[in-house]
């Protein structure tokens, strides 16, 4: 597509709630990256992938963050167990290479009551 | 642990005169700085770029500076336009590309 497509655009669980939060990067773009951004707050790296191999997952704040990208295109970030500071603005990115920069869709916002 | 700071949060600027944005960071490994544009309930839009073999790279009425001695860099907006008002973020990178850490953000409001 013409860019990078995120959904749901909003969610909201009950907190001990799973939520899986989609991502379709441009065409073409081996790299993805997820990002979490709280109110106020910049980006904060979750994890990245080239293709289909996670190779950086330092990110993930706890072990019920989990991200996949099986056929190297659609990503999907998975979070167990919802609690409220997981409340946030998950944002997708991808990119060909640094130079570019990333291309970010426009996120998910994420409010766990 | 914040590598990268924006520590103005807003600027307000007239129409037509110069935006200047700053921001500092504490790593001096990061070799590569990307300035972002952000308007409420979208995704963060890549403005400039730039390499830490540079000091200034240009596009337009964007130009950003980069001083490695001072670990500091600057996004100049001349002259700004109302449709510049948004939220600017400055993010670097290591290298290893895998990661770019971003600071807070200032918000730009340009009064027409």
């Known amino acids: 597509g013409a860019g990078v497509s995120q959904s749901p655009r909003y969610k909201v669980a009950k907190r001990g709630q799973d939520v899986a939060l989609r991502c379709d990067p441009i065409?073409?773009?081996?790299?993805l990256f997820w990002y979490q951004q709280a109110l106020g707050q910049g980006p904060e790296f979750l994890t990245y992938?080239?293709?289909?191999?996670?190779?950086?997952k330092s990110g993930l704040p706890s072990d019920r963050f989990f991200a996949e990208r099986p056929e190297g295109s659609v990503s999907t970030l998975k979070i167990q167990r919802t609690q409220q500071e997981d409340s946030a603005v998950y944002l997708c990115?991808?990119?060909?290479?640094?130079?570019?920069?990333?291309?970010f869709g426009s996120g998910t916002r994420l409010t766990v009551v | 642990d914040q590598q990268v700071k924006q520590n103005s949060p807003s600027l307000s600027v007239q129409e037509g005169r110069i935006s200047i944005l700053n921001c500092d960071y504490t790593?001096?490994?990061?070799?590569?700085f990307l300035w972002y544009k952000k308007y409420p309930a979208e995704g963060p839009t890549f403005l400039i770029s730039?390499?830490?073999?540079?000091d200034k790279n240009e596009d337009g009425r964007f130009t950003v500076f980069l001083n490695k001695s001072a670990k500091h860099l600057s996004l100049h907006i001349v002259p700004s336009q109302p449709g510049d008002s948004a939220v600017y973020f400055c993010?670097?990178?290591?290298?290893?590309?895998?990661?770019?850490?971003f600071g807070t953000g200032t918000s730009l409001t340009v009064i027409p």
């Open positions: 990115a991808s990119s060909l290479d640094r130079q570019g920069g990333y291309t």
């Open positions: 993010a670097a990178s290591d290298g290893s590309g895998n990661q770019f850490y």
């Open positions: 790593n001096s490994m990061f070799d590569y």
């Open positions: 065409s073409g773009h081996v790299s």
């Open positions: 730039i390499s830490s073999i540079k």
């Open positions: 992938f080239q293709n289909e191999a996670q190779l950086d």
